[in-house]
């Protein structure tokens, strides 16, 4: 797997999955119908944060294979809280299950940590994505607080929003 800073040239793989996870409903708030411009200012942000990609290491003509999914980190907050990392991810529905977001959740954090991060918050972890809240305590984060029924999963209702953290 090759994990890389994300380029314009990835804005169309970034915008498919991007797509196919908002519309499954089940991890992300974003609205349905942003444009391909949206999704760029959405997800693409300029320094001080990152978007990289994920491509599988399968490329026959020596280009870079299937894309994988996507990561994209910086400051969880401007001013006062951009000490605290934080970062958003989203894998490709046919690679989930592959090891695609813990590759992708190591280099964020191996990022994080060498631009001198005091930790990571995510503010917005669905309970019911089991795999993300398990591989984000497998990776040192703890749930720090819930939001009961602050989400509206398209299978299962409200749902709540944990907000987990690692400290470097």
């Not at 631009?115 to 398990?134: D, I, L, P, R, S």
Request: glycine share 12%; net charge negative; hydrophobic share 45%.
């Amino acid at each position: 797997m090759l994990i890389r800073d994300a380029t314009p040239a990835d804005l169309a793989a970034i915008v498919t999955v991007f797509r196919d996870i908002v519309a499954d409903g089940e991890t992300y708030a974003y609205p349905e119908d942003l444009t391909d411009e949206q999704i760029a200012a959405t997800w693409m942000e300029p320094p001080p944060a990152r978007c990289v990609v994920a491509y599988a290491a399968d490329g026959t003509d020596g280009g870079e294979g299937t894309f994988l999914g996507t990561a994209k980190a910086g400051p969880n907050r401007p001013g006062r809280g951009d000490h605290i990392a934080t970062a958003s991810f989203m894998v490709s529905p046919a690679a989930q299950g592959r090891g695609v977001g813990r590759a992708l959740a190591e280099e964020v954090l191996r990022w994080a940590i060498e631009q001198g991060y005091a930790g990571m918050q995510f503010n917005a972890v669905v309970e019911t994505n089991m795999a993300a809240v398990a591989l984000w305590q497998q990776l040192g984060f703890s749930i720090v607080g819930s939001v009961p029924g602050a989400f509206r999963s398209k299978h299962h209702g409200p749902v709540g929003l944990h907000v987990m953290y690692r400290q470097f």
